[in-house]
């Protein structure tokens, strides 16, 4: 017999490049389809954001949209839904991960959420094979014009922002628009998701914010590389870091396989989460 008790929701909540999948999104045939070597797009962004003191995220996302506009070419919303659609390099074991977590540990008092907050293009990770197992996609997005082209930057998520996305999950508030509600005090112990279910999993500098948000709340933070850049000196001065400046909880590889490290790391976690909120 199902229980009243209301369930307890366990978020667990991912970055998306370097994370989920490998590189930057607009990395997987986007900037192809632009005729743009991605070493030297990732050169000028920096380059405009030091020059002009701007936000790195809202300039790539303007930079795109011009370079697009330069060769005549039109991106519209559906244009970039197309490319979520095809080959994103997605790390082993994903795509078949949220199921089985899932499957394992959803009961009646308990249910576990995925969610992904990403500098990387909604439109593309809206629409790709893992998105039907995301509750929400917080991620940096455009506003289009009536013509279905790109008019600015809607939405651009950095380092630092994604802690506010945090607290908009920890409180129910599953949008990007409403301020008012994000900053209202709620007590802790009537918030929807309280840190202390929640899991956040990055890779690297961008997450180091929001992974120490959430370990100083009492969530879990993990951190992940990529196997393949395990020999890079820099792969592992990163990882150094993360441990020896207190941002992350657990490292592992980014093998979401069943059996894997992080698989066993995260299985063990959720048990203790749910036996510590029974």
Request: aromatic share 10%.
């Amino acid at each position: 017999m199902k229980s009243n008790t209301k369930m307890k929701e366990i978020a667990i909540i991912y970055d998306f490049d370097g994370t989920l999948a490998k590189g930057n999104i607009p990395e997987h045939g986007l900037l192809q389809e632009l005729g743009i070597n991605k070493d030297d797009f990732w050169k000028e962004v920096k380059q405009i954001t030091e020059e002009t003191d701007s936000d790195e995220v809202i300039v790539y996302m303007h930079l795109l949209a011009k370079k697009a506009a330069g060769r005549n070419i039109k991106i519209t919303k559906g244009s970039l839904n197309n490319f979520g659609k095809g080959s994103i390099p997605f790390f082993d074991g994903v795509i078949s991960w949220f199921t089985r977590l899932n499957n394992l540990f959803n009961n009646d008092n308990f249910t576990i959420c995925h969610y992904i907050v990403s500098s990387g293009l909604q439109e593309i990770i809206e629409t790709t094979e893992i998105s039907k197992y995301i509750k929400k996609i917080f991620a940096s997005k455009y506003i289009y014009g009536k013509d279905g082209t790109i008019v600015s930057p809607g939405v651009a998520i950095n380092y630092t922002t994604k802690t506010q996305y945090l607290f908009r999950i920890n409180k129910g508030i599953l949008n990007n628009y409403d301020n008012k509600s994000l900053n209202a005090w709620v007590p802790m112990k009537e918030r929807p998701v309280p840190f202390s279910r929640i899991i956040y999993i990055g890779d690297g500098d961008t997450d180091i914010p929001a992974m120490k948000m959430v370990r100083a709340q009492g969530g879990i933070s993990i951190g992940v590389f990529d196997p393949e850049t395990w020999n890079d000196p820099s792969s592992q001065k990163r990882i150094y870091k993360l441990i020896s400046e207190d941002r992350v909880h657990y490292v592992a590889p980014a093998d979401y396989r069943d059996g894997s490290q992080l698989d066993i790391v995260i299985k063990g976690v959720i048990d203790r989460m749910i036996n510590e909120n029974n």
